[in-house]
Each structure stands twice: as structure tokens, then as C-alpha cells.
């Protein structure tokens, strides 16, 4: 989830929260002033019935005819049941049907006075009046109709209301942070595109003092140090490989010269031609980190050609068979492959050579048999390397570092090597888009699979 996304999100939640705590609050508020304002006019109504019965002088005929014309419209259903000091009925609004009642209440009633309950319905409001000398219990009952239709009402205005502000929240919330965050968009966008190739742009930096200037700032600044830090280490890796070339090359020809003399001991013969490959290996390693040198990885693409690998390996292994002229390859090319394939990829050439010297070389190394098989098969995809030899495989737990720098198997412990070979291998594939895998299908048998995609 993106910062923008997660922002919004968080503040929506937060609003959102806050504002049904708001309306939760409001509906409660609602009720209890509904309640309190019905249990008033209930009291109202009940000092009324109270005052009729002091100024009356004929209560029980004077009563159907002062009720009808008194009737509170906002008390719906009401009823009132007037009781005499003996808890008789005396009077009751109810005509049409049996009149029933709690006795239970009106004995509360000796102890309280007052008596109101809302959990019944209809609600009761009761209470215990000493009018002329008499005691009277006096009972009304009623809906409240009109607060609840109110809060019904209010219910689904806070509900809709919070639904629509919830939406609306959520869209501003977002639509906002993106404004806010569209600057660190567009940094972010012109961080993506500085590369290696590529150090010396700056990241324009506007106007201001917020955050997100100040980060432009430290960016140009690291920039401009990792840029001094690359140069100096290209600058270096170059003129070393360069100056390191010319006495490497000196050392290779006088000591092929002296080899050519009759006069050495085989053992001293033997000394000299470990030393030429040692020399020759050296020189190697110095033409391919020179190479390096000259090619980026954001770059290198537009550098590339149309190259046949079949010609890059029989190149490879010509100049593998100078140095090692016992080295036999055997070039296949798979029964998958389809008829009108090209067997070409774009690339550098002089790089791959790099790559198949070093794998040719591998072969003719550490094989007990001085041999490589070679199988090429290409699909529509793709275009794939087999480069197989027989002799002592790597242990599962050393092909992991396989291709680390420096690192080599313990197959290699009494063979002489800078264990860069294959570290050079991969980084060369990698700027091809290509990939290296090793496997050991059999017993003895070691297979470097050069997969390109097409």
C-alpha cells in the first residue's frame, strides 16, 4: 500500500471514528432529553387531572365530559385511572372495554408517591395526591409517539449523514494527501531515473525549506559524493588494468622465448609453462576488467549488436586452445531447435567472448578428460548454453557462492585460479539480460546452462 494510500486510509478511519462517537452521542443526548421531556408532560397532565379533582364539586360527572375536551394529542392512546383512599376505581377513561391494573403498583405507590417506569408499554406515570382530606391514586399511561417518531427520524439522518461523510472523508482524505504528496511523487520520479550512467544529474530542488526540499538537497549532495566515489574507482580499475597490460604482455613473450631454449631441465620446463598460463590467466583477467571498464549497465543496450553465439563459442574456443591445446569440444545443436532458428542474440560481442573463454577454460581445467560438450537449443523465447564437462562436481552447499568473487570449490584447492572467473561470467550476463545456472545431472559431470531470452 502506497504512503498516500495508507495516509488516507488512516485519517478516514480516524474521522470517521470521531464522527460516529459525535453522532452516537447526539443520539443518546436525543433520547434522554425525549425521555425527560415526555416524563414532564406526564407530570404536566398528572397536576392537571389533580387540579380538576380539587375544583370539581361533582367528580365522577363532571370527569367524561372535562377529559374528552381536555385530551393531550402528544400523549397518544392515553388512558387514566383515578383511584379512591380504598384503591376502588372511581374513574377511568377506558369505556369499551375491562378495565385491569396492578395493585402491586398502587401499593409501591404508599411507600414512593411518585412512580414512573418507561420499560412497560404503554409508559406509566403514577402518583399519590391528598386532595379535600382524600388520598387519590392517580395512573396515567401513554405512548409517546411523536419523540419516538423524532428519534426514528434522527436515527436515520445520523446514519445517513455518517455514511456520507464517511464516503466524502475518505475521498477528500485522499484527494488531499495526493496534492500534498505530489511533490514527493516527482522526486521520487526523478530519484528512479538517476543511474550509474547517469550521477551527474541533479534533482531539481524548489524554492522552499519543507521536507521535501531538504531531502532533494541531501540527494543532490550524496549524489554528487557517490559520483566522485564511482569515477575514482573506474578511473583506478581502468589505468590499473591499462598500465598492468603492457608489462603482463613483456613477461608472456620472454617467457615463450624461454621455452623455446633446449637448455632447461624438464623440471625448470615445467616451472616456466605453470608460470606462462599463470601470466596468461592474469592477462586475462586484466582484458576483461578493462572491458568492464568500459560499459554501464543502464547503457550498455544501446551498444548492442546481432551476434551468433555459435561463432562466439568457436571464437572462445580457439583462443582457449592456445593456452590449452589438449581441450576438444564437441558442438551439438538440440533436436529442439526449431529449423529456422538464426542462433543469434543481441549483445557485445567482445564481452561474451569473455563469457565462453571462461567457461571453455573451467572445462579444460578441472575435466578428467580435457573435453566440453557444447549443446545449444533455441525456442521462440529464448536461446540456451549447455556447456557440460566430466570431473569432480561442487558440493551443494559451495554452489550457493558459486558466483561470489574470490570464491572458490574445494575441487579447485590444488588448481591455480583468482576465482573471479565466474563472478566476471555472471556480471557480464547480467548486463545481457541473461542468466547462469549450474547443475550436475550425473555423477561427475558439471553443467553451466547460459540462458538468454530473445
Not at 401513554?142 to 464516503?167: C, E, Q, R
Not at 580435457?370 to 559451495?398: M, Q, Y
Not at 556480471?427 to 545481457?432: N, Q, T, V
Given at each position: 500500500?502506497?504512503?498516500?494510500?495508507?495516509?488516507?486510509?488512516?485519517?478516514?478511519?480516524?474521522?470517521?471514528?470521531?464522527?460516529?462517537?459525535?453522532?452516537?452521542?447526539?443520539?443518546?443526548?436525543?433520547?434522554?432529553?425525549?425521555?425527560?421531556?415526555?416524563?414532564?408532560?406526564?407530570?404536566?397532565?398528572?397536576?392537571?387531572?389533580?387540579?380538576?379533582?380539587?375544583?370539581?364539586?361533582?367528580?365522577?360527572?363532571?370527569a367524561p365530559i372535562f377529559f374528552n375536551e381536555n385530551s393531550d394529542n402528544i400523549l397518544l392512546n392515553e388512558t387514566i385511572?383515578?383511584?379512591?383512599?380504598?384503591?376502588?376505581?372511581?374513574?377511568s377513561t377506558i369505556k369499551d372495554r375491562n378495565v385491569s391494573w396492578d395493585n402491586s403498583l398502587l401499593q409501591e405507590l404508599?411507600?414512593?408517591?411518585?412512580?414512573?417506569?418507561?420499560?412497560?408499554?404503554?409508559?406509566?406515570?403514577?402518583?399519590?395526591?391528598?386532595?379535600?382530606?382524600?388520598?387519590?391514586?392517580?395512573?396515567?399511561?401513554?405512548?409517546?409517539?411523536?419523540?419516538?417518531?423524532?428519534?426514528?427520524?434522527?436515527?436515520?439522518?445520523?446514519?445517513?449523514?455518517?455514511?456520507?461523510?464517511?464516503?466524502?472523508?475518505?475521498?477528500?482524505?485522499?484527494?488531499?494527501?495526493?496534492?500534498?504528496?505530489?511533490?514527493?511523487?516527482?522526486?521520487?520520479?526523478?530519484?528512479?531515473?538517476?543511474?550509474?550512467?547517469?550521477?551527474?544529474?541533479?534533482?531539481?530542488?524548489?524554492?522552499?525549506?519543507?521536507?521535501?526540499?531538504?531531502?532533494?538537497?541531501?540527494?543532490?549532495?550524496?549524489?554528487?559524493?557517490?559520483?566522485?566515489?564511482?569515477?575514482?574507482?573506474?578511473?583506478?580499475?581502468?589505468?590499473?588494468?591499462?598500465?598492468?597490460?603492457?608489462?603482463?604482455?613483456?613477461?608472456?613473450?620472454?617467457?615463450?622465448?624461454?621455452?623455446?631454449?633446449?637448455?632447461?631441465?624438464?623440471?625448470?620446463?615445467?616451472?616456466?609453462?605453470?608460470?606462462?598460463?599463470?601470466?596468461?590467466?592474469?592477462?586475462?583477467?586484466?582484458?576483461?576488467?578493462?572491458?568492464?571498464?568500459?560499459?554501464?549497465?543502464?547503457?550498455?543496450?544501446?551498444?548492442?549488436?546481432?551476434?551468433?553465439?555459435?561463432?562466439?563459442?568457436?571464437?572462445?574456443?580457439?583462443?582457449?586452445?592456445?593456452?590449452?591445446?589438449?581441450?576438444?569440444?564437441?558442438?551439438?545443436?538440440?533436436?529442439?531447435?526449431?529449423?529456422?532458428?538464426?542462433?543469434?542474440?543481441?549483445?557485445?560481442?567482445?564481452?561474451?567472448?569473455?563469457?565462453?573463454?571462461?567457461?571453455?577454460?573451467?572445462?579444460?581445467?578441472?575435466?578428467?578428460?580435457?573435453?566440453?560438450?557444447?549443446?545449444?537449443?533455441?525456442?521462440?523465447?529464448?536461446?540456451?548454453?549447455?556447456?557440460?564437462?566430466?570431473?569432480?562436481?561442487?558440493?551443494?552447499?559451495?554452489?550457493?557462492?558459486?558466483?561470489?568473487?574470490?570464491?572458490?570449490?574445494?575441487?579447485?584447492?590444488?588448481?591455480?585460479?583468482?576465482?573471479?572467473?565466474?563472478?566476471?561470467?555472471?556480471?557480464?550476463?547480467?548486463?545481457?539480460?541473461?542468466?547462469?545456472?549450474?547443475?550436475?545431472?550425473?555423477?561427475?559431470?558439471?553443467?553451466?546452462?547460459?540462458?538468454?531470452?530473445?
Amino acid at each position: 500500500m502506497s504512503l498516500k494510500r495508507k495516509i488516507a486510509l488512516n485519517l478516514s478511519i480516524a474521522f470517521s471514528l470521531l464522527f460516529g462517537i459525535v453522532m452516537v452521542v447526539i443520539y443518546m443526548s436525543f433520547n434522554d432529553f425525549r425521555r425527560d421531556e415526555f416524563r414532564e408532560r406526564f407530570r404536566q397532565r398528572l397536576e392537571f387531572t389533580t387540579h380538576f379533582i380539587s375544583k370539581s364539586k361533582n367528580f365522577e360527572e363532571e370527569a367524561p365530559i372535562f377529559f374528552n375536551e381536555n385530551s393531550d394529542n402528544i400523549l397518544l392512546n392515553e388512558t387514566i385511572l383515578i383511584f379512591n383512599a380504598r384503591k376502588e376505581l372511581i374513574y377511568s377513561t377506558i369505556k369499551d372495554r375491562n378495565v385491569s391494573w396492578d395493585n402491586s403498583l398502587l401499593q409501591e405507590l404508599d411507600e414512593k408517591k411518585v412512580i414512573y417506569s418507561e420499560k412497560t408499554v404503554p409508559e406509566i406515570y403514577a402518583a399519590l395526591r391528598t386532595i379535600k382530606g382524600q388520598n387519590y391514586y392517580i395512573l396515567t399511561k401513554a405512548f409517546d409517539t411523536n419523540g419516538k417518531s423524532k428519534l426514528a427520524y434522527l436515527k436515520y439522518l445520523l446514519i445517513t449523514a455518517y455514511v456520507m461523510s464517511t464516503l466524502l472523508i475518505g475521498f477528500f482524505s485522499y484527494y488531499f494527501m495526493g496534492q500534498f504528496l505530489r511533490p514527493l511523487e516527482e522526486l521520487n520520479k526523478e530519484i528512479s531515473e538517476v543511474t550509474a550512467h547517469k550521477l551527474t544529474t541533479q534533482i531539481p530542488v524548489q524554492q522552499s525549506n519543507d521536507e521535501i526540499s531538504v531531502l532533494a538537497n541531501s540527494f543532490n549532495t550524496m549524489i554528487i559524493r557517490l559520483n566522485d566515489v564511482f569515477q575514482s574507482q573506474k578511473d583506478f580499475t581502468a589505468s590499473a588494468s591499462h598500465e598492468i597490460r603492457t608489462p603482463i604482455t613483456r613477461m608472456a613473450f620472454q617467457l615463450e622465448n624461454l621455452i623455446k631454449l633446449e637448455q632447461h631441465s624438464p623440471d625448470t620446463l615445467s616451472s616456466l609453462k605453470q608460470i606462462l598460463q599463470d601470466v596468461y590467466q592474469l592477462s586475462d583477467l586484466t582484458n576483461s576488467l578493462l572491458l568492464l571498464t568500459k560499459f554501464d549497465k543502464e547503457n550498455i543496450q544501446s551498444l548492442y549488436e546481432e551476434v551468433r553465439i555459435d561463432e562466439v563459442i568457436f571464437e572462445s574456443f580457439e583462443i582457449v586452445e592456445k593456452s590449452y591445446p589438449n581441450l576438444k569440444m564437441d558442438f551439438l545443436i538440440s533436436e529442439d531447435t526449431s529449423e529456422n532458428a538464426f542462433l543469434t542474440i543481441n549483445g557485445i560481442q567482445s564481452l561474451l567472448d569473455i563469457v565462453f573463454i571462461n567457461l571453455l577454460k573451467n572445462a579444460a581445467i578441472y575435466s578428467y578428460d580435457t573435453r566440453a560438450d557444447v549443446l545449444i537449443t533455441e525456442t521462440a523465447s529464448e536461446v540456451k548454453i549447455d556447456v557440460i564437462s566430466h570431473g569432480d562436481t561442487i558440493p551443494a552447499e559451495e554452489q550457493a557462492k558459486l558466483f561470489e568473487a574470490f570464491a572458490r570449490g574445494s575441487n579447485a584447492q590444488n588448481i591455480s585460479g583468482s576465482g573471479l572467473g565466474l563472478r566476471i561470467v555472471k556480471r557480464i550476463l547480467e548486463y545481457h539480460g541473461a542468466r547462469i545456472i549450474y547443475s550436475s545431472p550425473s555423477t561427475n559431470t558439471n553443467k553451466f546452462s547460459v540462458i538468454f531470452k530473445k
